[in-house]
């Protein structure tokens, strides 16, 4: 089920025909500023929609060390093709995988007064998947730990179709603004004559992140921990100007 809410805030009260920065508009919108009647009012609003998601983002991978740069490189390949493999067999689609860091870096003694001696190396390897059944996370991350991953570093929950959303707080914002109007216009004894113009601001859809940031070798197929996606908010701001009369 999906909650609706709206919240219209600024309200801004301007004259309308004589105003020196209306006869400077140019185009469409200044020939129809240059001949406003009545007096202009702008509304920002803000449209949120709040719903359950229905895709998930894993964050995971292999890290391993070696004496040198390229055993830990070629261990980490070994594990990190078993882990891609698990998580196909788990149902995840070769697109869902994406690389997000391979890396190889020395690790080092510190003594005092003595310069740091590399004593090793520490290779990682993270792909994101992209789980789109919420009810395979447990399985997927089981599955990448029983393969070899040492790494699990989140997940983030989103909406496979976002627009859908976004439209629904697009609807509940535009609502919202036209109350706002219609409020200002009675409050001076005039009423809502025509939308002069509109702007939108940045659609926002967080995605919340349960951490589950667990790393090294101790990391065993029992420690997946029980997600639990929520819901998020999805949310749209827009500017209306209206004429009043």
Known sequence: MQIFKAAAVAALLTAGAAAPAVAQEAGHEGHMMRHIEGTLLSV???GRVESAPDMATISLGV?????SA????????????ALTQALRRAGIAERDIQTTNVSVNPQYSYVENE????????ANNQVNARVRNLANVGRVVDASVSAGGNTVNG???SHAEPDTH???ARREAAAAARRRADLYAQAFGMRVHRVIAISEGGGFAPRPEEMIR?????LSADDAPPVS?????????????????
């Open 166 to 168: 976004l439209d629904a």
């Open 63 to 67: 890290t391993t060390e070696g004496q």
């Open 115 to 122: 310069a740091p001696r590399i004593t090793g190396y520490q």
């Open 229 to 245: 996606p929520g819901e998020i908010t999805t949310s749209v701001n827009i500017t209306v100007t209206y004429e009043l009369r």
């Open 155 to 157: 997940v983030s929950f």
């Open 44 to 46: 920002s609003a803000e």
């Open 214 to 218: 667990v790393t090294g070798a101790r």
């Open 70 to 81: 390229a055993a830990a490189m070629a261990e980490n390949a070994r594990r990190m093709s």
